[in-house]
């Protein structure tokens, strides 16, 4: 699966930002897209997904901040990120899990991240 982010930037505190992914999908089978996120020094953490459910898993901290949405057609996933705080900084990463065709296993894949940076 290859995946293209875009998006991202520099925004103030209490700021909002939208992250587009798309995701080709020729000889895969997508099970869900979602977003984690890595700040300097952390380690590489979940923020949103949501399975081909509908199902939507968001991290506590982004609660009710942050809203997943895909576009099933386009096998797009987006992330719209409301009163955006400093400790929201991070490279956020777009992912898929999926299985190839004719196989069971479910893998992961990573997309380029993409800095969101807010400033304080």
């Known amino acids: 699966v290859q995946l293209q982010a875009s998006g991202g930037g520099l925004v103030q505190a209490g700021g909002s930002l939208r992250l587009s992914c798309a995701a080709s999908r020729i000889g895969f089978t997508i099970k869900a897209l979602g977003w984690y996120r890595q700040a300097p020094g952390k380690q590489r953490e979940l923020v949103a997904d949501m399975d081909d459910a509908g199902s939507r898993n968001y991290a506590e901290s982004v609660e009710g901040r942050f809203f997943i949405s895909r576009d099933y057609a386009e096998n797009t996933v987006n992330l719209q990120m409301h009163n955006l705080k400093p400790e929201d900084t991070a490279v956020y990463y777009c992912?898929?899990?999926?299985?190839?065709?004719?196989?069971?296993?479910?893998?992961?894949?990573w997309g380029q991240g993409t800095l969101v940076t807010v400033s304080s």
């Open positions: 992912t898929a899990r999926a299985t190839r065709w004719g196989r069971s296993n479910v893998s992961t894949y």
